[in-house]
Nanobody, 121 residues
Framework: QVQLAESGGGLVQPGGSLTLSCAAS????????MAWYRQASGEERELVAK???????NYADSVKGRFTISRDIAKNTVSLQMNSLKPEDTAVYYC???????????????WGQGTLVTVSS
């Protein structure tokens, strides 16, 4: 089917920057939307940013002006550049994609395994 592999999480000081990357692989015909979600401890998972096939983007209010999502359609990758990080950005970040699977041509929503981002001094 389709798999997502994330990388780039880690520990960063407040005000610092970090870039998350996600690569999709498998029986992919195309990918419509790619997105990043996050889930802080004890909280529900929330949308951080998403990007469509036409590169239209949408951000959570809490990250607007600080985070930038981008994608390489040819490589089936998506990145999240995070600047001016705050302690409240600490969470497990999940890559998400809605992909069209080869042969069946069905749409499939896929999640990565998550990568931990910790913002602390």
């Amino acid at each position: 089917q389709v798999q997502l592999a994330e990388s780039g999480g880690g520990l960063v000081q407040p005000g610092g920057s970090l870039t998350l990357s996600c690569a999709a692989s498998g029986s992919i015909f195309s990918i419509n939307v790619m997105a990043w979600y996050r889930q802080a401890s004890g909280e529900e998972r929330e949308l951080v940013a998403k990007i469509t096939g036409s590169s239209s983007t949408n951000y959570a209010d809490s990250v607007k002006g600080r985070f930038t999502i981008s994608r390489d359609i040819a490589k089936n990758t998506v990145s999240l550049q995070m600047n001016s990080l705050k302690p409240e950005d600490t969470a497990v970040y999940y890559c998400n994609a809605v992909a069209r699977v080869r042969l069946t041509m069905r749409f499939l929503e896929v999640w990565g395994q998550g990568t931990l981002v910790t913002v602390s001094s």
